[in-house]
């Protein structure tokens, strides 16, 4: 782990960080406030700071302060140890208030600092970890348990962000939605573990003919809706026939036995004006009329102007 010393006495400095160096440290030294603060602003900054107190330009509560804000709305926290000859209890609050996690008064125990150095470590050690769990909570937010396809809530999400970016760039954009044909018959036929497999199968074939840029997520029980950025008609009706071709095109095992499947899709492009609700409608009222002509099709209205 790597830590910074920020204190102008020469040989202060120096005693702290022989220190750290036997101790195992990456160490980064600094001699003022103005050059440590910027050692902390910069890429891969030290975690764990020795802080002098009192230090020519600005002085370690001013750093600590200026530390606190730049780290609000982050996910990054810096352990500020103040080294300090001031003692008195009223000081000791002003470091706190200021930011510092903790202070060690001059001239120090080599091991009280050790110790301290110990407890920092484990805390951003408990803190890297605690922010890796939350990512891995919100990747899952955004999955669906079963398919492992985007959720409902994530897919209308990015098709959110992917009208901002069209709008934007003045891009084109489509969406398909796709429905699984008579998947309530292989439940009640086959069961439902076997409508689950189905479901997983057709989420990996599809996934296998998408671009990286596309988006792709589950949007009912038995549909999903695939945002295709930067893609017209004639561009999107390719993409959904490779769907089609990749998903009927070779039976699904499940359990010992073979089942066939289609899907019955939708290619909806936007219109440029179209509100995400306004364009899911669209693209729902489309593929009601697909369903309606038989299984496996794929139909998509007129070009919108």
Known sequence: MKVLIAEDDPASNALVKNLLFRWGFDVVTTFDGTEALKALREKDAPQIVIMDWMMPGIDGLEVCRRLREDEKGGDLYTYVIMLTAKGEKQDVVSGIDAGADDYIVKPFDKEELRARIRTGQRIIELQTALRAANRKLLLLSRLDPLTGALSRSA?????DLAIYRSRREKLPLSISLIDVDGLKKINERSGRLAGDRVLQEIVRRTTACMRRTDCFGRYESDSFLVVLPAVNRATGMDICQRVRDAIAGREVGTDGHELSVTVSQCLTVWDGNATVQEFIA?????????R??????IESPALAP
């Not at 669209?282 to 697909?290: R, Y």
């Not at 309606?292 to 099709?297: A, L």
């Open 155 to 159: 897919i209308l999400d990015d098709l």
């Open 282 to 290: 669209a693209a729902e009222q489309t593929l009601t009329a697909t």
């Open 292 to 297: 309606s002509g038989g299984p496996n099709r």
